[in-house]
């Protein structure tokens, strides 16, 4: 047989072979996600005397100015307390000294879900507390993306800054889990009415 042939027929089955094999990693880095526990969530504008009128829904273990962590997952020091909070009533708070991590239940949210913002205090320190975030079915359920930052002041509470969520472009629920570090070496943050924003405008 001519060698010229041979050859043409040896690439195209080379090529061949490896579609088939990057088909199969493909499909091997697909994971299903069940989403039939997702529903649409309560909202309120919790931020309104802020002049944020947003809409926003709490992240699981929370009731409006109570952090009670119910399903978190919380190391290094990490822990509740209770504190006056910045409307001057007492409620329940997440306290990160440096190095604590908090992750959070899965909650679903959607593309149309792009911020989220908590009230946040620097008690000592003023390095911040880090966001994470981990959805179900990419690489970042198991290496957790940094997205941003929040911060406080030392004198009272603040309002941090919104913080990114970074859902997929793709319709539909994306389960999602969050996760706060505190930075610093000898530093302690503390945070509650964590909500996440559904986009929604009044």
Not at 149 to 159: D, E, F, P
Not at 161 to 167: D, I, L, M, R, S
Not at 196 to 202: E, G, I, K, L
Request: glycine share 10%.
């Amino acid at each position: 047989m001519n060698m010229g042939v041979l050859a043409r027929r040896a690439i195209g089955l080379a090529l061949g072979i490896v579609a088939v094999a990057g088909g199969t990693a493909q499909a091997a880095t697909t994971t299903p996600v069940d989403t039939s526990m997702c529903s649409d969530p309560l909202l309120s504008q919790p931020f309104a005397s802020a002049h944020d009128n947003s809409w926003y829904t709490l992240a699981p273990g929370e009731s409006a100015d109570n952090f009670d962590a119910a399903g978190w997952q919380l190391t290094g020091g990490a822990r509740i307390i209770t504190t006056t909070l910045a409307d001057g009533s007492v409620g329940s708070v997440l306290d990160l000294p440096s190095g604590a991590t908090a992750v959070s239940p899965t909650m679903c949210v959607t593309s149309q879900y792009p911020v989220a913002r908590a009230m946040v205090q620097d008690v000592v320190g003023a390095e911040g507390v880090f966001f994470y975030v981990s959805y179900e079915g990419t690489k970042t359920w198991n290496t957790p993306k940094n997205t941003g930052q929040v911060h406080g002041n030392k004198t009272n509470w603040t309002l941090a800054a919104p913080v990114n969520v970074q859902p997929a472009g793709a319709p539909g629920w994306q389960p999602v889990r969050f996760t706060f570090v505190a930075g610093g070496k000898n530093s302690d943050f503390r945070l509650y009415d964590f909500y996440v924003d559904p986009h929604c405008r009044s």
